[in-house]
């Protein structure tokens, strides 16, 4: 009897040999993990039994009746090329791109059974493990950090058509072999948002409403819109603001999937005061203010001005003195520590901090051109103002605190 479309597949035995479309051979090793469909294995290449502490390859297997493994190895085969991965990073000028490595797939026959199976990189521990572990809360430097190495990913994959349809920490993974590297995961949703360049259509479907992992899953996919590139950021989004706060406005209404809409809509209608609002104490979440601020202007089938949403969260990491290159510390820390600025940068003259900001955006302006530099003078314009207007409150505070400490000395006296 065939198996139920999507049911989790019968393990494979261990030392199992399965071959490839290209005809190489791997052996699977113990299996290490499952989703929702399907299951991981670790995996050599060969017939020969390896350590399976140093395998360095994974095998992902479903039954062939389901879809996610389908859909994922359509866009590995698709958008994933690594000649294509490399030669974007040459023009980016990145170090790395977050991306597994596609190695090969097959159909594989067992027990009268159809599977397919797909064969990547082996990976280490998921964020979502690292964000339990660490008291669910992440350094601001950290979050600023994972946001901009996600951007960067996202970037690539929506021009190359795909969206991610279902970021999260669970599928945001180290790297097996060096824990500075991080990997958006798991294509199981991926979804081409414009084949043949022509941008679905805005059209709501309230049966399908409310797909994808409901903590995090956008308003237009509530909505049972097609998934876009905005859908994608507003992810990212609200992904960074539970790193950064430990909480969602909507966790209380998880099983009320009308009611986390109903949060989601009323966060973003009232940003930034929305964002600060449920912000811990000290806790900077500016920048991710910024980011959904600017996801809510996007129109449905708009592309993304990538620059200045990369720009947003660099800024923010040079006034956490930290670089995009750093080492990501996950080590667990104090909510003051994680979130408040270093006392240093509080005490630097703020007019040396709006001269170095002046300086850096002057630069950054000269390096664009057409819709960037639009997009950027309309960034640059409305930081100056809230620098401005920051810069401006501090000084008639102090002015007035300095009244007050004249008047008492001189009714003392």
Known sequence: MPPRKKALPRPLPE?????????????????????????????????????????????????KENGPLFSELKFYQRAAKPADIQKWMQVKRLRFLGIPKYCGHGIVEFD????????????????????????????????????????????????NEYIHGDIKAANILLGFKDSNKLYLADYGLSYRYSPNQIHKKYEERPKKGHNGTIEYTSID??????????????????????????????????NKPELVLEAKTKLMEKLPESVTQISPHGAKCGEIAKILSLVKKLGYDERPNYHMLQKILLDGLKETQKDFNDFLDFSPVSEVEAHGYCLYNELKPRTTQLLTKKKYAEDECNKLTGSDRQYEDEYLIQQANDDQIEFSWRKWCLLLVFLIILIVIVTLY
């Open 221 to 254: 996919a509530h909505k049972g819109v097609a998934p876009s590139r905005r859908s994608d950021l507003e992810i990212l989004g609200y992904c960074m603001l539970h790193w950064m706060c430990g909480k969602l406005p909507w966790e209380q209404y998880l």
């Open 112 to 159: 009268e059974l159809s599977y397919r199976f797909m064969v990547i990189e082996r990976l280490g521990k998921d964020l979502q493990h690292i964000f339990e572990k660490q008291g669910k809360m992440f350094k601001n430097q950290v979050v600023l950090n994972l946001g901009l190495k996600m951007l960067h990913v996202l970037e690539y994959i929506h021009e």
């Open 15 to 63: 030392g199992w040999i399965v071959t490839d479309a290209e005809k190489r051979q791997w052996r699977l090793g113990k299996m290490i993990g499952q989703g929702g469909f399907g299951l991981i294995y670790l995996a050599s290449p060969g017939t020969g039994k390896h350590d399976e502490d140093e395998a360095e390859f994974v095998i992902k297997v479903e039954y």
